[in-house]
């Protein structure tokens, strides 16, 4: 089956843009996070969904950072005057609540 | 707070020997447990995990792990290494009533030759 896809692979930008990255998660799972890993770091959480209630914000580093999830399913990630220091991989996955979570590739994010 | 401490950040060891990855966690309740390993360029892919049941874990690629409440201890082990298994190894953890997972920094595990 199916498992979580991220789009895009990988985004080159340039310092103060801002980017958006997507997560399509395991249809059915109601549970979706967002991690950033760092060169050497291990998974920074981000932010979590759970269903219709409200996300769990507390890991996002900044006002710039936000992120959605449209009908409890895909989910996006949006970054604004995006920085260096916020070139890392974010990784998403999916879980059908408080188990096993499924990881997607992730999205490698370069800013120059 | 949970958290999850897991002792090296990198390890090797000779390709056939005992592979021992360590993993210690914080919590006054026993959580669910879990290792993942990531590969190359790819997202994280479980190994096992524990959920109560049997202390002794198994999971695939050879590996497994004890819970031991007592040292509050999930350490991961495979008998005898092999190339393939030369990438990052995270351990985590599910505190009871909480739906996040608490990870653990990382273990790179290099196989010699």
């Known amino acids: 089956g199916a498992g979580v896809s991220q789009s895009p692979s990988n985004k080159v930008t340039e310092k103060g843009k801002d980017v958006e990255l997507r997560c399509d998660p395991i249809?059915?799972?109601?549970?979706l996070y967002w991690y950033r890993q760092s060169l050497g770091q291990g998974l920074e959480f981000l932010i979590y969904?759970?269903?219709?209630?409200?996300?769990?914000k507390s890991g996002l580093p900044s006002d710039r950072f936000s992120a959605e999830r449209t009908g409890g399913s895909v989910s996006t990630l949006t970054i604004q005057r995006t920085q260096q220091e916020d070139s890392a991989v974010y990784l998403c996955a999916s879980s059908p609540r408080g188990d096993t979570q499924y990881f997607g590739p992730g999205t490698r994010l370069t800013v120059l | 707070a949970q958290s999850v401490t897991q002792l090296g950040s990198h390890v090797s060891v000779s390709e056939g020997a005992l592979v021992l990855l360590r993993c210690n966690y914080s919590?006054?309740?026993?959580?669910?447990l879990f290792w993942y390993v990531q590969y190359p360029n790819q997202g994280l892919q479980l190994l096992l995990k524990y959920t109560s049941a049997a202390t002794l874990v198994k999971g695939i690629n050879g590996f497994e792990a004890e819970f031991k409440k007592s040292e509050t201890s999930f350490h991961l082990t495979k008998p005898s290494a092999h190339m393939s298994d030369a990438a990052e190894y995270f351990c985590a953890v599910n505190p009871p009533g909480d739906d996040k997972i608490i990870f653990g920094k990382g273990t790179r595990l290099h196989i010699l030759p």
């Open positions: 249809s059915g799972h109601t549970a």
């Open positions: 969904f759970q269903g219709n209630s409200a996300p769990d």
């Open positions: 919590s006054s309740v026993p959580p669910y």
